[in-house]
């Protein structure tokens, strides 16, 4: 099995940065792809970015690009990395990893609890 928890959402205005974080742990070694999803209220959730994990390969939708960045390191850890933000970004992100590279919800097989993001106009 493998555990994901995320870390460092907030409040923020409109124009304000954070950076999310995600750790994983258990059995890393199978992954594919780290990802990360957002859940605003009323909708569905729906991709955000995702990193395949052995060439770093990076995707984004298009209401992120230019705006955030994801990474990971060494010890399996995630980030993502969210500049210029605006309330339309405002929703529970979630972390994700895949055995596989999709930016289908319904192909990761583990998730975070999720960490809210409040962006105020």
């Known amino acids: 099995q493998v555990q994901l928890v995320e870390s460092g959402g907030g409040l923020v205005q409109a124009g304000g940065s954070l950076r999310l974080s995600c750790a994983a742990s258990g059995r890393t070694a199978i992954l594919y792809t780290m990802g990360w999803f957002r859940q605003a209220p009323g909708k569905e959730r729906e991709f955000v970015a995702a990193?395949?994990?052995?060439?770093?390969?990076t995707y984004y939708s298009d209401s992120v690009k230019g705006r955030f960045t994801i990474s990971r390191d060494r010890d399996m850890n995630t980030y993502l990395q969210m500049n210029s933000l605006k309330p339309e970004d405002t929703a529970v992100y979630y972390c994700a990893a895949s055995r596989q590279y999709s930016s289908s919800s319904s192909a990761y097989d583990y998730w975070g609890q999720g960490t809210q993001v409040t962006v105020s106009s």
């Open positions: 990193i395949n994990i052995p060439y770093g390969t």
